[in-house]
């Protein structure tokens, strides 16, 4: 067979495995290490009203698109209260409502956010406004004040930051000097830039936003603008004239309306407050992909029953075991008994502890090759002998069980999960190979088990490969293509190198 097919389904299946790999570790930022922590914040809304025994109705604008931000999960507490909830164009409402209330009452939304690299757009195409009405002498200073603006601007960006700049210069001419008279809050500017915006007939809207930050109990939304440039909304800072959402805030609603609207209720107030926590990486980036209805967020082992996922921890960890006796015995030499045994007895090796699983695995197999060659001079037939030799594993088993109980050498009594079969499998084969090729050869292959064993459990009880194998099973394909490289190997062993030194030395020309 050429070796084309094995080179081109080797980088197949290795691009592939990669390509996912770094699909999940970079866009959906699914992390690398079990350890890895990522802030979250936790913002509450408490919305309280006096009830007068009557019919009750409240909403809450909630947020809905959050530049910036992912939402990994909202509640409602809302007591007697029937909820529903109402989406719009860039918004999204809680409706609670009752039939009969007295008292004080009290409804609590809370959101819980991360940050994310996601910017979702707002969708929402307005209508072109008219100019709003301006008595003199403003309207005059706000006609030369958009002649000016648009003289130094070119297009929707640089007229809005332009305009707001000049509001805010504190060398202003007389024509905002006036204007700037006309408000004195930062919501009054706001709504100032959004009518002089309005007379250049360009859409505008708030922009309502929260700071996160844990330094107090109490949040206190603050405004933005919000301009339409024809394709897309351009948000400003009207207190500095900034483009864009300011670090640390949180998108909350947009629009003039209030956050909250009552019916048959009275003294209402309405409370925020931020909290931030951290929680593991892995799960924010699992909600992430579910949010962004990525199909690698649904097909993830996460997702399995709890006794599935600690058997899949363990199968995928053989494919790597497998790959170490591929490597030993085909680069380095090592011989074993067969391709699996080593990996098997590494398995074995998890529950009793390496120096452990030596010496119980060393100690068995010799009293059973004892028993084995006396089994041999009594002439028995092949599947006899082996089940023979099963029943004298047990019985080696069961011995050491019952005296290490004794002892109180807690550790040992593990050896009952030693595979029965595979130590039976190795008293006959290493018997066998003892026959045939001498026991140097026998003890070589016994040797060479016991060493790629040894290594193939520090390999697979690695708690971050365990991790990485079951977050990413993707490695498995690169695995499947390394293995499928390595098939095509033609070349010296390392021991091949050391056994055969002396023969390349001697046929070396003299100098």
Not at 17 to 30: D, R, V, Y
Not at 137 to 151: G, L, N, Q, W
Not at 166 to 194: F, T
Not at 287 to 308: D, F
Request: hydrophobic share 50%; with cysteine.
């Amino acid at each position: 067979m050429h070796k084309a097919p094995v080179v081109f389904w080797s980088v197949v299946f290795i691009v592939i495995g990669l390509a996912i790999f770094l699909h999940k570790s970079i866009q959906l930022n699914f992390p690398l290490s079990a350890d890895k922590e990522t802030e979250v914040w936790t913002i509450q809304a408490r919305l309280s009203f006096d009830a007068n025994k009557r019919n009750v109705k409240a909403t809450l604008d909630i947020p809905d698109i959050t530049p910036g931000y992912s939402q990994l999960e909202e509640y409602f507490i809302s007591g007697k209260f029937g909820l529903n909830i109402k989406n719009g164009n860039d918004s999204k409402a809680a409706n609670w409502a009752i039939r009969k209330a007295q008292g004080r009452q009290t409804l609590y939304y809370r959101t819980t956010v991360t940050k994310t690299s996601a910017k979702p757009k707002w969708t929402t195409i307005p209508n072109y406004p008219d100019a709003p009405y301006f008595a003199e002498p403003y309207a005059t200073a706000v006609d030369k004040i958009i002649e000016d603006v648009r003289s130094q601007s070119a297009d929707t960006f640089t007229f809005t930051y332009e305009l707001i700049n000049q509001l805010k210069s504190s060398d202003a001419n007389e024509n905002i000097s006036l204007i700037r008279g006309l408000a004195d809050s930062n919501q009054e500017i706001a709504d100032l830039v959004i009518k002089l915006l309005s007379v250049a007939h360009i859409p505008t809207r708030k922009l309502w936003v929260i700071a996160l930050t844990d330094a107090t109990n109490t949040a206190h939304p603050r405004v933005l603008i919000q301009a339409y440039n024809g394709n897309e909304w351009l948000t400003f800072d009207p207190s500095n004239g900034n483009a864009g959402i300011p670090a640390n805030h949180l998108v909350w609603k947009t629009g003039d309306a209030p956050f909250y609207h009552l019916e048959n209720a009275k003294n209402a107030e309405l409370q925020f407050s931020v909290t931030k926590s951290y929680i593991e990486l892995l799960d924010v980036a699992k909600q992430n992909a579910k949010q962004n209805g990525s199909m690698l967020a649904r097909l993830t082992l996460a997702a399995l029953p709890v006794q599935s996922q600690n058997t899949y921890k363990l199968l995928l960890m053989i494919p790597l075991g497998a790959l170490l006796v591929v490597f030993m015995r085909t680069f380095v030499g090592i011989q074993t008994f067969g391709t699996f045994m080593p990996i098997l007895i590494a398995v074995a090796f998890r529950e009793t502890q390496l120096l452990w699983g030596i010496i119980l695995f060393t100690g068995i197999v010799f009293i059973g090759l004892l028993i084995r060659f006396y089994l041999e001079h009594l002439r028995l037939l092949l599947i006899p002998r082996l089940a023979a030799i099963l029943v004298v594993v047990v019985i080696l088993m069961l011995a050491i069980s019952l005296i290490t109980s004794r002892l109180g050498v807690d550790r040992l009594l593990s050896v009952s999960l030693f595979p029965m079969v595979i130590l039976a499998m190795t008293i006959e084969r290493m018997s066998i190979a003892w026959e045939e090729n001498g026991a140097q050869a026998a003890l070589f292959q016994g040797f060479g088990s016991l060493i790629v064993a040894s290594f193939g459990y520090l390999l697979m009880t690695s708690e971050h490969l365990s991790y990485l194998m079951f977050i990413f099973p993707e490695w498995l394909l690169v695995i499947l293509g390394v293995c499928l490289l390595m098939g095509r190997y033609t070349g010296y062993r390392l021991s091949e190198l050391i056994r055969f030194k002396e023969i390349n030395t001697n046929n070396q020309p003299p100098s």
